[in-house]
């Protein structure tokens, strides 16, 4: 039988969320979100010991829908917290830096808007929160292993 199991609403917002976003990662064969998405959820289901509500509203700051991704900082004022404080929790929870996380978020959003060629690679870059289309070649390419036009290409 399937486990069920009940989350408050604010992290069943977050995981459903997430859900979708696995989803179109395992469509894609983004393997490497994928690992980092279970990572994240496993845990959910089987929460460790000692909340870390910070980290929790951090991840659902980040996977928002409709939003461009921030920097550490951004995030970190938004919650009210040094980005210090922000990354300690965030990698104590999941086991990743909060950078890796809205890394992962921003090549997921790229991928997504690199299937439209009617969609600028400018403009990709600008909904990712990397402003400078070279820049953000440059960080495509080193997180896939493609240039945003090769990916497009495939």
Known sequence: LPTIHSFWFEDAVF???LMERMDT???DGD???LSSALDLFLPQIKPPQGDSP???R???LVFRKDTVPMGVSDYARELGVSPNYLNK???EKTRRKAIEWIELERIGIAKKLLKDPSVPI???AALTGIEDQSYFSRFFKKKTGLSPSEFRKE
Do not use: H, I, M, P
């Open 58 to 60: 951090f991840l659902s």
């Open 89 to 91: 929790t965030v990698k």
């Open 122 to 124: 400018s403009e990709v």
């Open 31 to 33: 393997n490497r979100f």
């Open 25 to 27: 990662a395992f469509k």
């Open 54 to 56: 910070v980290s929790d």
């Open 15 to 17: 995981t459903g969320a």
